[in-house]
Every structure is written in structure tokens, then in C-alpha cells.
């Protein structure tokens, strides 16, 4: 009986240990991201979308006369 006790008790100890090991290793996690300012690229980009449509509905208009 004491035999399985012991292989027992040596089975969960090392069962376990990697979850105890992991907490003690383990990394901090990463800092928070900066936000990064999407505005002058994307501000761009829509007038440039903007003077394309304007200029394909003013081609449109213009074959049809």
C-alpha cells in the first residue's frame, strides 16, 4: 500500500509541476499599444475616392450630351 501512495504521490508531483513552473517563469505581459492616428492618410485617401467619383460621374454626364 505504501508503494502506490508513493508512486502515486510522485505521479501528481509531477503532474503538477509544469503548472507551478509556469507561473514562476513567466513573462509580464506586453505593455498596453500606443493608439496609432489614422487621420491624415485616411483624410486623404476619401478626397482622393471623392475627386474620382466626381470625376466619373462628370464623364458620364458629359457623353451623354
Known amino acids: 500500500m505504501k508503494k502506490i501512495f ?5 505521479l501528481a508531483g509531477l503532474s503538477l509541476s509544469p503548472y507551478f513552473m509556469k507561473s514562476a ?3 509580464p505581459p ?3 499599444p500606443k ?4 487621420d ?3 483624410s486623404l485617401l476619401v478626397a482622393a475616392g ?6 466619373k460621374v462628370y464623364k ?4 451623354k450630351e
Open 60 to 63: 458620364s454626364f458629359k457623353e
Open 6 to 10: 508513493a508512486t502515486l504521490l510522485v
Open 30 to 32: 506586453p505593455p498596453d
Open 25 to 27: 517563469i513567466a513573462q
Open 50 to 55: 471623392v475627386a474620382y467619383g466626381a470625376r
Open 40 to 42: 491624415g492618410g485616411l
Open 35 to 38: 493608439p496609432i492616428p489614422i
